[in-house]
C-alpha cells in the first residue's frame, strides 16, 4: 500500500466521523433543541403542540392543587411573568424546592386546555431565581436585582414596569408589590 | 498552633515556591546548568509542605468550629457531624480551589518523587511547567477567594451546609474527580516539556502513559461517584443529567481515553506523536476551563458557587495564560517535531487511529451541545437549552461503531494485519453477539437500546476471547495455558478487563432505558404493583435527626407473595435552612434495582395519603460497576513492569541532542 492511499484511508475515515457527527447534530439541532418561553410569549404565540418548551416564571400564590385522578397525583398551578398567567397540569412529585411565589421552570407542551410539564425543575441560586427566569423579569422590567429581591408574584400582574422604576427610585420604600390589589 | 493566620502564610509561602518551581528550573534547563535545575524537586516538596499546612490549617479551623473565619461561617454549624465537617472543607467554593492546589502540588512532588530516572533536563522542565500552573491557581487562591478571611464580629453559629452536600458519596466525589482533572496536569507538562525540547520520542511515550492511565482511572472512578450520587441522593431515578457540569467531566475523559490510546502509538510505533502532544494539551484544558468555567457561573448550573466578577475575570485570564499559552508554543514549536509514519488502515495502530478519531468526534458532539445554548443567549439573547434527546441522538451513532472496534482492535497485530483471520478468531463472540442482538431485538423497546445490549455483548465475549486466544485456552493442556497467562504482560489483561468494563457499562444503560416507574398518591395500606412485584406502604411516620426531623414511610415489596425488602424511604426537614431533602431507599440485588421516593403528605391528618414514586431499574448497578471495573484495568495495567514509571530510558544520550526552546 503506497504513502497516498493510506494518507487517502486516514483522510476518508476523518470525513466519514466528522461529517457524520456534523450531520447528527444539524439534525439533532432542528428537532431536539428546547426553547425557554415565558407565559405572555405563551399567550402571544402558543408553540405547537408536539413542541417540547421550558415555560419559566413564578409560582402564583394559591394558585396550586392538588388533585387525584385515579391513584395518579396530579398538580396544577399558575405560572406568570407578570403580563400573563398560564397553568401548568403535572403529574408526578414536585421537587424538594417548590414553593408558591417563587420560580420555576416547567418543562413539557402546550396543549388547549393548558400546559402539560413532564417535568418541574425549582433549581435556582440563593436569591431563589433560575438564572433565565430572572433575566426574563429584567427584561420585561418587573424587576432590578440591584434593587432588593424580587416582588412577591401573586401583585405582578396588576405591577406595570413604572412600578419598578419608582422602586428604583426609592429603594427604601416598601415595594408597591407589598400593597396588594 | 494550627491557626488561620498560619494557613494563609502557608498558602502564600507555597505560592513564592510554585513560582520559584516555574521559573528557576526553566532558566537551569535553558543553560545546561544541573545545579539549577536540580533545585525543581525540593521546590517542588516544599511547595507542597506549605499546601498540606495550609490544608491541614482549614481542616482544623472547620473542626474547631471557627467561626471567626468567614468560609466556616458560611458553610458549617456546630450541629454538623464530624464527617461532613471535614469533608465541608471542599464543598464550597473557596476550599474546593485549595484542594485543586494541593492536588496539583502532590502531582509536582509524585514527579519530583518517582521521575528520577527522567533525564535531568525534561524532568526539571515538567515540574517548572507544573509549578508555573500552580503559582496561577494559589495566586487566584489568596487574591479573589481566600478560605482563610476572618469575619468581625464572629458569630455564634455557622451557617451551615447545604444538606444536599451532607452524604458520604458526595464527601469522596470531589477529591477523587479533581485528582482526574488535575493528573492530565502531568501529561501537560510533558507536552509542554516536549515543545520545549523540541523532541517526542518512543521514551517520551512510555513516560507519558502511567501518569495519563493514572489520572484517568480517578476521572472515571470521579465521574461514576457523581453519577452514583446523583442517582441515589437527588431522587430523581435518572442517573445522567447532562448538565453542563456533568459534561464538563465528561469531555476531558473522552480526550483523555484517546490520549490513553494514542500514546500507545507513540510508543510501540513513534507515531501520532503531534497528534498525542496537542491531545495532552487538549485533556488538560478542557479539564481546567470545564471546572472553572462552571465555578465562574458563566454555565449556569447547580453547581456555582459563586458569581463574583472578579474571580470569572482572573479565570478568565488564567485559562487564556494557560491554555492560550500552551496553544501558541505548540503552534510555534510542533513543526519542529519530526513526524511519525503513516500507518496501514487494517492494523494495530490504524485501529488506534479510528478509536481517537471517533472518540474525538463525540467529544466534539459534546462540547457543542454544552456550549450552543451560552453562545446562543450571547449572541442572539434566544434562552434555549439542549438536554438528554440531542445527546442520545448525536453520541449514541458516534458510539456505536467505536464498540464494534472496540472488539477486533486489540486483536490486530502491529504494523500490517489482515481483517479475515481476527474474524475467524472471533466467531464465538460473533454467535454470541447474534444471539444477544436476538434476543435484545425481542426483550427490549427501541432499536437504539437493543443494538446497544448486543454491541456490549460483543465488547464483552471479544475482550474475553482475545485473552482466551493469547493463552491459547483450550487448543493446549491447562498447565500450558496458565504458564502462558503467568507470561503475559499485565497490560493486556488490563486493556481486556478496562475494554469488558466498557461492555458492562453500556449493558447497564441500556438496560436502564428499560426502567418502569409509577407514581401514586395512596393512603396507608395500600398495595401496588410494578414489574412483578408487589410495594406496600405499611406506616409512615416522624423522627427526629441530628439536625433535621424526616418523615419515614415504610415500605414492603413482595414477590409471588415472599418479602423481598422493607424499604425506607423518607423526607427530612432541616430546621437551620427551612429545606427538605428526599432521601431515596434503593434494594439491590446486582441485576436491578427497587427504587422507592416518598413524596408530599396529601389529604386531611384524619385520613392522610402520601404520594409515592416506585421504579424498577433493571441492570442499573451496572453502569457504576463498569466504571469500577474500567478504572481495575487501569489500575491493573499500571502495575505491569513495562510501564513502570522511569524504567525505560532514551535510546540516546537525551541532554546532547536537546534543542532548546528560544
Excluded at chain 1, 79 to 91: C, K, L, P, S, Y
Excluded at chain 1, 156 to 172: F, L, V
Excluded at chain 2, 419 to 432: G, I, M
Aim: hydrophobic content about 50%; overall charge positive.
Amino acid at each position: 500500500m503506497t504513502r497516498k492511499t493510506r494518507r487517502l484511508w486516514l483522510v476518508i475515515a476523518c470525513v466519514t466521523c466528522l461529517g457524520a457527527a456534523a450531520a447528527l447534530m444539524l439534525q439533532a439541532f432542528s428537532s431536539d433543541i428546547v426553547f425557554f418561553v415565558t407565559p405572555s410569549q405563551v399567550e402571544a404565540k402558543p408553540p405547537p403542540a408536539d413542541r417540547t418548551v421550558r415555560l419559566g416564571g413564578m409560582v402564583v400564590a394559591g394558585s396550586v392543587k392538588q388533585e387525584k385522578q385515579g391513584e395518579t397525583p396530579v398538580s396544577r398551578f399558575d405560572v406568570t411573568d407578570g403580563q400573563a398567567a398560564v397553568t401548568v397540569r403535572f403529574e408526578g412529585i414536585l421537587p424538594d424546592l417548590f414553593r408558591e411565589g417563587q420560580s420555576v421552570v416547567a418543562v413539557g407542551t402546550m396543549h388547549k386546555d393548558g400546559f402539560v410539564a413532564s417535568e418541574v425543575l425549582a433549581k435556582h441560586d440563593e436569591t431563589y431565581m433560575p438564572k433565565e427566569v430572572a433575566e426574563a423579569l429584567k427584561k420585561s422590567g418587573k424587576w432590578d436585582p440591584r434593587f432588593g429581591p424580587p416582588p412577591s408574584a401573586e401583585s405582578w400582574n396588576t405591577m406595570t414596569a413604572q412600578d419598578a422604576q419608582k422602586t428604583k427610585a426609592n429603594p427604601d420604600s416598601p415595594a408597591p408589590a407589598a400593597t396588594k390589589p | 498552633m494550627l491557626s488561620p493566620e498560619l494557613g494563609h502564610y502557608a498558602l502564600a509561602l507555597a505560592c513564592i515556591f510554585a513560582a520559584a518551581q516555574g521559573v528557576f528550573p526553566l532558566i537551569g534547563a535553558h543553560r545546561r546548568d544541573r545545579r539549577v535545575m536540580m533545585l525543581a524537586p525540593g521546590l517542588a516538596i516544599g511547595q507542597l509542605i506549605g499546601l498540606a499546612v495550609s490544608f491541614l490549617c482549614l481542616i482544623y479551623a472547620a473542626v474547631t468550629n471557627d467561626f471567626s473565619v468567614q468560609n466556616i461561617a458560611a458553610n458549617s454549624a456546630v450541629s454538623k457531624p464530624l464527617l461532613y465537617k471535614i469533608t465541608g472543607v471542599w464543598g464550597n467554593h473557596e476550599g474546593s480551589v485549595l484542594l485543586w492546589a494541593l492536588i496539583l502540588g502532590i502531582c509536582g512532588a509524585a514527579v519530583a518523587a518517582f521521575g528520577r530516572n527522567l533525564p535531568t533536563a525534561l524532568r526539571a522542565r515538567v515540574i517548572a511547567v507544573l509549578g508555573l500552573v500552580a503559582a496561577g491557581f494559589e495566586l487566584f487562591c489568596l487574591t479573589t477567594s481566600d478560605p482563610f478571611a476572618r469575619v468581625w464580629p464572629a458569630p455564634m453559629d455557622g451557617q451551615g451546609m447545604n444538606p444536599l452536600l451532607q452524604d458520604p458519596g458526595l464527601a469522596f466525589h470531589p477529591p477523587i474527580l479533581y485528582t482526574g482533572y488535575v493528573g492530565f496536569a502531568v501529561p501537560f507538562a510533558f507536552a509542554i516539556a516536549a515543545l520545549m525540547e523540541g523532541r517526542v520520542d518512543a521514551a517520551w511515550g512510555r513516560w507519558v502513559r502511567p501518569w495519563a492511565v493514572a489520572a484517568w482511572c480517578f476521572l472515571t472512578c470521579g465521574i461514576a461517584l457523581g453519577s452514583w450520587w446523583s442517582y441515589y441522593v437527588l431522587g430523581w431515578g435518572g442517573y445522567w443529567f447532562w448538565d453542563p457540569v456533568e459534561n464538563a467531566s465528561l469531555i476531558p475523559w473522552l480526550t483523555g481515553t484517546a490520549l490513553v490510546h494514542s500514546a500507545i502509538v507513540v510508543e510501540k510505533r513513534e507515531g501520532l506523536k503531534i497528534w498525542t502532544v496537542l491531545l495532552a494539551i487538549a485533556t488538560f484544558s478542557f479539564s481546567l476551563s470545564g471546572t472553572f468555567l462552571v465555578r465562574s457561573g458563566i454555565l449556569n448550573s447547580v453547581h456555582a458557587f459563586a458569581n463574583d466578577p472578579a474571580r470569572g475575570i482572573f479565570i478568565l485570564g488564567l485559562l487564556a495564560a494557560v491554555i492560550g499559552g500552551s496553544l501558541a508554543l505548540f503552534a510555534y514549536r510542533a513543526p519542529a517535531l519530526t513526524a511519525g509514519g503513516l500507518f496501514a488502515p487494517v492494523s494495530r495502530e490504524g485501529a488506534l487511529v479510528l478509536n481517537n478519531i471517533l472518540l474525538c468526534s463525540i467529544c466534539a458532539v459534546v462540547v457543542t451541545g454544552t456550549m450552543y445554548p451560552p453562545f446562543m443567549s450571547l449572541l442572539f439573547d434566544r434562552t434555549i437549552s439542549v438536554g438528554k434527546p440531542f445527546f442520545d441522538a448525536t453520541t449514541i451513532p458516534l458510539a456505536l461503531p467505536l464498540f464494534i472496534f472496540m472488539g477486533f482492535g486489540p486483536m490486530l497485530p502491529w504494523k500490517r494485519a489482515q481483517l479475515w483471520p481476527v474474524l475467524q478468531r472471533l466467531w464465538v463472540a460473533a454467535l454470541l453477539t447474534a444471539l444477544a442482538c436476538a434476543v435484545a431485538f425481542y426483550g427490549v423497546s427501541g432499536v437504539l437500546p437493543a443494538l446497544s445490549c448486543a454491541v456490549a455483548v460483543w465488547i464483552i465475549t471479544a475482550s474475553i476471547t482475545d485473552i482466551v486466544e493469547r493463552i491459547k485456552l483450550f487448543r493446549m493442556p491447562l498447565a500450558g495455558s496458565l504458564q502462558r497467562a503467568r507470561m503475559l504482560p499485565r497490560s493486556i489483561f488490563g486493556t481486556a478487563l478496562a475494554h469488558a468494563g466498557v461492555g458492562v457499562t453500556v449493558l447497564g444503560l441500556a438496560a436502564m432505558s428499560q426502567a418502569q416507574h409509577k407514581i401514586v398518591d395512596v393512603p396507608i395500606g395500600t398495595t401496588e404493583h410494578l414489574a412483578g412485584y408487589d410495594w406496600t406502604l405499611q406506616k409512615v411516620e416522624q423522627e427526629p435527626g441530628p439536625n433535621y426531623t424526616a418523615m419515614v414511610a415504610t415500605l414492603e415489596v413482595r414477590h409471588n407473595g415472599k418479602i423481598v425488602t422493607v424499604m425506607h424511604p423518607s423526607k427530612r426537614s432541616f430546621n437551620s435552612q427551612n429545606q427538605t431533602t428526599t432521601e431515596v431507599s434503593i434494594h439491590t440485588n446486582l441485576l436491578s434495582d427497587l427504587y422507592g421516593v416518598l413524596g408530599d403528605k396529601h389529604g386531611t391528618d384524619a385520613a392522610p395519603t402520601y404520594v409515592l414514586r416506585l421504579h424498577y431499574n433493571p441492570l442499573a448497578p451496572w453502569m457504576w460497576l463498569g466504571a469500577l471495573i474500567m478504572a481495575l484495568g487501569g489500575a491493573l495495567s499500571l502495575s505491569d513492569r513495562r510501564m513502570r514509571v522511569g524504567a525505560p530510558r532514551r535510546a540516546r544520550n537525551a541532554s546532547t541532542s536537546t534543542v532548546t526552546a528560544a
